[in-house]
């Protein structure tokens, strides 16, 4: 009871409210006669064994370590399962073949939607822009905003990318001069990324690093903390079961849209203050918000929710795959020294030349690689809009050993597809599960075993639905952990420190023993000595 009344967020006991007390009961019937009707699906696909009746198998996903309970599924059953939705809301299937994936982000990119529980979740965050958009809607939006993140423009970025890592690094210096050592790095990294995506997508300057933008970046966390909480999970299995949930007056549903309420006054103010910006008129400016209204295509609604949209998955993403590469790193001290040696060899800076070639970094290139392999963002999950059949590079063995190489799959199936067990998949990667970077120096795994995303990872997705800002992505990560790395050691704090990730957009740190702190890497930092 204590869950659900946090769930609401009343005001009041559970108990005095007769409505409430009636609603679930009524809730609770509705769910038992769907699950005594629903038909059964995806028949020869293995089931592990049900963790609950209730909530089914998605409660251990959720409340564990991001990926744990999919990848030892994948290593038990292979890498095609079926799962029960919690609440009796049917069953779902679960991949991370290539050929199934290729399929449904590729092939049929446009007859696999987002779901009737998803889709309502990322309008209330962020809004109507390129993330929410499907069919046409999404065709003409990528078709508007492609410009804005070109390699070419990608690559201008660079010397605002470079100053701000150096504000950051100095930032970071300051505080270990004064006699700090244990740094948050995902706070540091998360306003060092805001900063940057301010300047370069939207010529305006949050200033994070000084105290900035923490209206944001505070809604973000807070939103981000709440999701991994039990109340959390609650919502999410509501909302699977019964999706009309997402418009009725429930403080922990509703409060989503908190993030675009914050960001939509800067959008509107950006949009106002560039439409009389000479830089804008006089085809200078090459930042996104610059380069779309020029080109006037986008309404100024569409032009908001696509300012939230970047801000929100630009910043945050970006900054956790950074902070789990200098996770990484601290718990390799090999790895560490060998990476700074090959990036103090080079004697100055990387430039953009450096960093796209990687001929004189190749072992950079390999850690920044491994890192965006074992810390992608969320688990994509799809409806399919038709009747359909999904191929499978890893056939199913059934136990009277019949073998499976496609799934007929019905109109309104749910598939998921859990990015980080794709990436880190044993049958195809052997210790998919270790971060080592040496792995893409030698032999990597068949071509016809991996997705075709970029560098045969999930991690940006594939297909024209893939993440539009990867290279921008790419750039940051590479020009701030170059340039940490280049001047600073870092260390775990303590020798039972241990972190597990969770998932909200992004994939949080979690310390062990701190989880009240909710998203959260501290790090011993001291300067580099040669």
């Known amino acids: 009871m204590a869950v659900i009344h946090d769930f609401l967020q009343l005001d009041r006991p559970l108990s005095t409210w007769p409505t409430y007390a009636v609603l679930p009961l009524a809730f609770f019937l509705f ?34 370590t991001a990926g744990d309970h999919f990848g030892q599924w994948f ?9 029960k939705a919690p609440l009796w809301a049917g069953k779902l299937l679960v991949t991370a073949d290539p050929a199934a994936i290729h399929h449904i982000l590729t092939t049929k990119c446009y007859n696999y939607t987002k779901s009737t529980y998803t889709r309502p979740f990322v309008e209330r965050i962020i809004g109507r822009g390129l993330i929410w958009a499907e069919g046409d809607m999404h065709r003409l939006q990528r078709k ?86 039990p109340s959390g999970f609650l919502a999410v299995a509501a909302l699977r079961a019964f999706p009309p949930i997402a418009h009725l007056p429930i403080k922990a549903i509703q409060e989503h849209g908190s993030i675009r309420e914050a960001v939509t006054p800067l959008a509107l103010e950006l949009i106002q203050r560039g439409k009389n910006d000479d830089q804008v008129s006089q085809n200078k400016g090459n930042d996104f918000m610059s380069t779309m209204l020029r080109n006037g295509e986008m309404s100024d609604q569409r032009l908001i929710d696509n300012v939230v949209t970047f801000i929100v998955a630009g910043y945050d993403s970006t900054s956790g795959s950074i902070t789990w590469g200098l996770y990484s790193l601290a718990r390799n001290q090999r790895v560490q020294d060998r990476l700074r040696q ?58 009277e050993g019949e073998q499976i190489s496609a799934i007929p799959i019905k109109k309104g199936d ?41 560098a045969n990872l999930l991690t940006f997705s594939e297909g024209p639905r893939n993440c539009i800002g990867f290279r921008l992505a790419i750039l940051e990560l590479k020009i701030i952990i170059a340039t940490l790395i280049r001047r600073f050691v870092f260390t775990l704090p303590s020798d039972d420190f241990e972190v597990q990730g969770r998932y909200f957009a992004t994939l949080l740190p979690i310390v062990k023993g701190q989880e009240s702190k909710g998203a959260y890497m501290p790090l011993k930092v001291t300067p580099y000595e040669e």
């Not at 005594?36 to 028949?43: A, C, V």
């Not at 701000?164 to 970071?172: C, F, P, R």
């Not at 960093?355 to 999950?381: G, I, W």
């Not at 794709?422 to 997705?451: C, F, H, Y």
Request: glycine share 6%; proline share 8%.
């Open 342 to 399: 090959e990036l103090l060899a080079l004697g100055r800076e990387p430039t953009v030349k450096d960093l796209n070639t990687m001929e004189q970094l190749p072992y950079f290139d390999a850690v920044c690689k491994e890192t965006l392999r074992m810390y992608p963002v969320t688990d994509p999950e799809r409806v399919a809009h038709e009747d359909d059949v999904i191929p499978l590079r890893f056939p199913i063995v059934t136990p």
């Open 31 to 64: 769910l038992v006669l769907r699950y005594i009707i629903t038909q059964e699906k995806f028949r020869g696909v293995p089931e592990p064994p049900l963790p609950s009746w209730i909530w089914g198998h998605s409660e251990k996903v959720h409340n564990t």
């Open 75 to 83: 290593n038990k059953y292979g890498p095609t399962i079926r799962i």
């Open 144 to 229: 508007q905003v492609v410009p804005a993140f070109s390699p070419e423009v990608v690559n201008r970025m660079e010397p605002v990318v470079t100053e701000v890592s150096l504000k950051s690094a100095a930032k970071i210096g300051s505080m270990v001069d004064h006699g700090e050592n244990i740094i948050d790095m995902h706070e540091m990294m998360g306003k060092t990324t805001l900063d940057i995506f301010g300047l370069v997508a939207l010529n305006h300057d949050f200033n994070c690093l000084e105290g900035g933008g923490a209206e944001i970046r505070q809604k973000v966390k807070k939103q981000a903390n709440d999701f991994i909480k």
């Open 414 to 454: 749910t598939i998921v597809m859990p990015i980080i067990c794709s990436n880190r998949l044993n049958a195809v990667w052997g210790d998919g599960d270790t971060w080592r970077p040496e792995r893409w120096l030698g032999e990597l795994p068949p071509k016809d075993q991996l997705v075709q995303g970029w």
